[in-house]
């Protein structure tokens, strides 16, 4: 994820090894839309199916009430954003995103999940969208196990940054996303990511394309931030799953405040789907 300061870092309550991981940036025009006006209903039910990393510590779960209370540490407050910065005045919860491939089985990067202690001190929050002012128990799920995961970057052999966890039920009303099997994604091809961007509530960026494919990643110009790692990247045209967003450029320039940096180029890294053999096996042998 991109590199912030260490003031920022507690604010987001993120490892700074984590954020440190992954830059990401915005390509020409701002792609990124609310769910709810997102054009295609079909990606908006996709988007049911993805999932936020959420700290103990900044949620706040009331069995009582049947639902929960979160930090409401606004994007402005955690980056001193610049004015025009977009979304400045939503809030920053999520520290990675994941999705949904089983009835209880979550995909996300490598780098979201490198020990039991990531396991068992955050939640995974589905729904998360603008203007949620509380959530239902009923959307935040436990992570009860990893189930495979591998993080290791070698110079001309590529990168792998994926895991498998396991939650603590099945989930309910979501369906599973469907993900390539075989074959590879194509240059040019168009694609889009769901997720969330510097922590923030669910969001869709599209009109971008892959633009090289090398070993077991390839290149495209989506526009993400930290907060994006691990994040369904999907066809636009057919909705299946071709990677999971793992890395990128320097999202953010400092100043006196903090915006998006602009940038040209296709720079965000996106591992592929097919070259997860630990979720391919659960496919085949028909545990998903």
Known sequence: MKKITSAVCLILLVSS?????????????????EVSEYPNRNI?????????????????TS???GFSDYSRTTLDEAINACPGERFADQPVLMSCTGFLVGDDLLVTAGHCMRSYSDCASNQWVFGFTAGKSLISNNDIY????????EEVSIPLLGT???????LDRKVRGRTPLKFRTKGRVKNGTEVLVIGHPMGLPLKIADNATVSGSFGKTFKT?????????????LDANTGLVEGILVQGSQDLSYGSCTSSRMDDGANEIVYKITRLKALQKLADDGKL
């Not at 090894?17 to 839309?33: E, M, N, W």
């Not at 039910?45 to 900044?58: E, F, H, I, P, T």
């Open 221 to 233: 110009d989506l526009d993400t931030y930290g907060g994006n790692s691990g994040s369904p990247v």
């Open 44 to 60: 908006q039910k996709l988007a049911n199916s993805v999932a936020g990393r959420v700290s103990d510590y900044s949620l706040y």
């Open 142 to 149: 436990q992570c009860a196990g990893i189930v495979a995961k």
């Open 160 to 166: 792998t940054d994926y895991a498998i966890i396991k």
């Open 17 to 33: 090894s984590a954020l440190a991981a992954t830059p990401k940036v915005i390509y020409g025009q701002d792609d990124r839309k």
């Open 63 to 65: 069995r009582i009430s």
